[in-house]
Every structure is written in structure tokens, then in C-alpha cells.
């Protein structure tokens, strides 16, 4: 049980709750004080209002009877007395009329002890002279405090009383109070409310990282098929793709090597067997030894070309597979196309478009170019008959140059072109003249990726086939891996 609850404290969800429970107390905890507060200043502005209009009102009357014929001070007496007893005060307001130091009329009739006629405050409105708005802080709780407005009553220019209106706020304050309890049972039920739909909510947010994690404890060397389901949009959406991406990846790396493994090995196992075989047959005359040793050599020979094509393979991974320099295009075409005459009898054509020359030199690897193409026009050779056309050329595309080997030979199947590039892959019902493991073209497709080019083909069964290397004029900076922050770097000098 207890490591059920340090499991559930240590869960993403729970610590999301959390920081959301914080946050949302804390505004709450923010809110209510403010709330109370503003409360509290309506309630004021609203009781200072309604203790203006209603002393305006008697104003009014005051400013009336100052105009009249007889003001004396029997018919301000009346006039206050009259609207003392008709006027209805709002809810805790009251009407006091003080003539000559008394307490002389009030509505309602009875007053609290913290205004009665004996209070402080009622000895301090005795002595107001001019127009007062004014509050007290009254210890009554009943009371609260006291706001309230005085109106001097002068007749013949002295002083003989007040006419006032006192609110006491107590009731208004208490109103506040209870809606600030409704207030807080209201919001403490929302609050709860919320934090269980969050918790479910972040639950259902957070389902894809659990079947992120559930779905990698799954995956295993042998099964590398396991997926999650992509759903909605955003960030944990995107993740999911990005690890199905990954996985994708990863298991065509895998199929990958798996394949290379097994091809290597089926190649390998030929010329084993064959050295084998031979070697326990071997008697003891000189000229079956003799043979014997020659086969045996031809094979390992053989062995070694397939050694370090895979090795040249595995080096066209890395960031210095490729030592660049400056190529002239012209004489590197025609150096490339005197070795190619040496390599059978053919017709060897050489075809250099003159506009190549007007974008610049090319910058590459000369010996890694030479190779790849290299191995393109033996493949022709291979393909082709005696006094067949072979032709090599080389033209400006754009920012590019394009290098390509065409010839008159049988041709490639268009279902073949495609798998041609791979590992150990040969194009089917073709009489195999070559000892190759299948290798060359997946190098010169390493070799012209590593340039940041591509090759492609183009042929038809019987009309021979157009293979293109198409490389960039300039070659970018080569990046690789900082062995401290495993982030891409520039690698000097390229």
C-alpha cells in the first residue's frame, strides 16, 4: 500500500493536479479578499449615493423655505418635521432633526445607542456649522460603521440646528459576508469538481505517454512491430508520431542489417565452400595442386573484393568518407574516359558538353567519382558485346553536373530498376558475366548520396540502359557529431 502511494505521488498526473490544485487555491485565495474588498467599496459608493439624493431631496425642501416670505424658525421647524415624518428612509438609514441642541424628531423613531442622544456622535453633530459627509468606525457589531451627512439649519443667520441622514452599514456588511459564504461553498464545490476532471482529464492527456512506455517494455530485438495509435493533434501527438517515426526507422535499419548479414553470408558461404571442397579433394599430383591453388586463389580473391566493398559500404556512413578537392570537369571526363577504353573492345564514345564548362569547376572526392564511375561503365562493358556503342558524357544542369554512361547492351527490366541500388541485388533472367557480389551500383549510389547527388536509370529490355549521376557543383559542410553534446558540427576544411 505504501508503494502504491510513493508510486501514485511520482506519477506525471498527480504532479500536474498538484501544481494545478496550487494555482487554482492560490487565485482563490487571491480572489476572495479582492472580492470581499470591491464588495465592500460598492456597498459604500451605493450607501453614499443614496445619503446624497436623499439629502438633496431635503435640500430642496431647506432651499424653499430660505426663499419663502417668513423663514422663522416655526416654519423650518414644520418643513423638517414634515419631511422627517413623510419621507421613507432606505433600508438602515435614519432621519435626525436636532433644534437647539436636541434631539427633537426621528424616523424611525428609535436610534441605536452608538447615534442615541447621548452618544459621541450626536454630541459632535450638535456642533456641525457646515454642509458634513462623514463616517464612523463604530465597536458595535450590530452597528458597524456609521455613514452619514449633515445639513446645517440657519435662520436669520445663526445656527439653531441640523438636519442629518446616518446609514448604518452593519446589515449591508453582513449581506456581503453571507454571499461570501455562498461564495466560498460555491467555488469550493466547483474546485473539487474540477480537480477530478482534470485528474481524469490529464489521465486521458497523458494515455499516449503511457502507451509510449508500455509499447517500448513490449519491443524486443525479435519484434520491433509494435506501434501506438496516432490520436488527435499537439504536442503528445506529434510524439507519438515521431516515435513511430523512430521506430520505422529502426526497423528498417535492422531489416537492414539482418539482410546484409545474411547476404554477406550467402556470398561468403559460395567461395568457402568452393575452397573447401577442393582442398579435401587435392591429391598429391603437382599439376591438381597447382589448380587447386589457382581456384583457391581466385576465390579469396574474390573474398577480399567482397571484404572491402562492404568495408567501403560501411565507410560511406561517415562524415570523412569524402575528401573533396577541385575537379577539372574536362580533363577528369577524358582522364575517365582513357581508362574505360582498356576495359574491353567496344565502341567508346565521349560526349562533353561545352556549356559544362561555364558554371566553374566541380568540388569532390576524384577518387571516390572515379570509382563509382568507373564501375558504371564496367557494368556497361559487362552488359554489352563486341563493338557494341558505349558512351560516356557529362553536362550542366542548373547549379549541377550530370555524368552518364549509356550503352546499346540488353538492357534492365523495368520491374529490375528499382532493386538494382540495393545490397547484393541483380537484375533476374540476365546472364551473369560479372563475379561481383552485387555491390557496385549500392556503391556508386553511397557514393553519389555522400556528394549529396543521386543516380537513376533509365532502360528498356534489348535497348540497352542510361545510368546518371547527377552531384551539385558545390559541396555543402559536412557535419558530425560532437562527441560531447552528440549535436551536429562543421568539420573543418570541407
Known sequence: ???????????????????????????VGLAVPLFRALLFSRVYERVKADLISEMDEFQAVYDDWEQSESPTMGSLTTVTETF?????????????????????????????MAIGFNSELMDGWQTVDTYLFDSYPSEDPTVGEV??????????????????????????????????????????????????????????LLRPVRDLATTARQITEADLTQRIEVQGSGELAALTTAFNAM??????????????????????????????????????????????????MNELDRMARL????????????????????IDIGAFTQALFDKACTLAERDWQLQIDPQVYAGGP?????QRLTGALLNLLNNAAQHT?????????????????????????????????????ERFARAQ??????????????????????????????SQPGQGATFTLRLPRQQPPVTSPDPLTMRPREVAGV
Open 307 to 326: 571484404v572491402n566493398d562492404l568495408t567501403l559500404l560501411m565507410k560511406s556512413e561517415r562524415a570523412d568518407f569524402l575528401q573533396v578537392e577541385t
Open 385 to 421: 558485346a563486341l563493338d557494341q556503342r558505349i558512351v560516356l558524357g557529362c553536362r550542366p544542369q542548373d547549379d549541377h553536373v550530370e555524368f552518364w554512361v549509356s550503352d546499346t547492351g540488353v538492357g534492365i527490366a523495368a520491374a529490375d530498376q528499382a532493386r538494382i541500388f
Open 147 to 204: 455613514l452619514y451627512t449633515v445639513q446645517p439649519l440657519v435662520v436669520e443667520g445663526e445656527l439653531r440646528g441640523q438636519f442629518l441622514i446616518a446609514h448604518l452599514s452593519a446589515g449591508e456588511r453582513q449581506e456581503v459576508l453571507v454571499g461570501l459564504y455562498v461564495f466560498g461553498q460555491v467555488v469550493t464545490g466547483l474546485l473539487a469538481l474540477a480537480f477530478v476532471l482534470a485528474w481524469l482529464g490529464t489521465g486521458r
Open 362 to 366: 566541380l568540388v569532390a572526392d576524384y
Open 247 to 296: 521506430m520505422n526507422r529502426i526497423q528498417s535499419a535492422f531489416d537492414s542489417q539482418r539482410s546484409f548479414i545474411n547476404d554477406a553470408g550467402h556470398e561468403l558461404r559460395t567461395p568457402i565452400t568452393i575452397i573447401r571442397g577442393h582442398l579435401e579433394l587435392m591429391g598429391n599430383d603437382p599439376a591438381e595442386q597447382a589448380e587447386t591453388i589457382d581456384i583457391v
Open 429 to 458: 533472367h540476365v546472364r551473369r558475366r560479372s563475379e561481383g557480389a552485387g555491390l557496385g551500383l549500392s556503391l556508386v549510389r553511397a557514393i553519389a548520396e555522400a556528394h549529396g547527388g543521386r543516380i537513376t536509370v533509365v
Open 1 to 27: 500500500m505504501k508503494r502504491f502511494k510513493v508510486g501514485l505521488l511520482k506519477e506525471t498526473r498527480t504532479r500536474i493536479l498538484i501544481l494545478y490544485a496550487a494555482l487554482m487555491l492560490s487565485a
Open 84 to 112: 422627517v415624518n413623510d419621507y421613507i428612509p432606505e433600508d438602515d438609514n435614519f432621519f435626525i432633526f436636532l433644534r437647539d441642541g436636541y434631539l427633537y424628531r426621528t424616523n424611525p423613531p428609535t436610534l441605536p
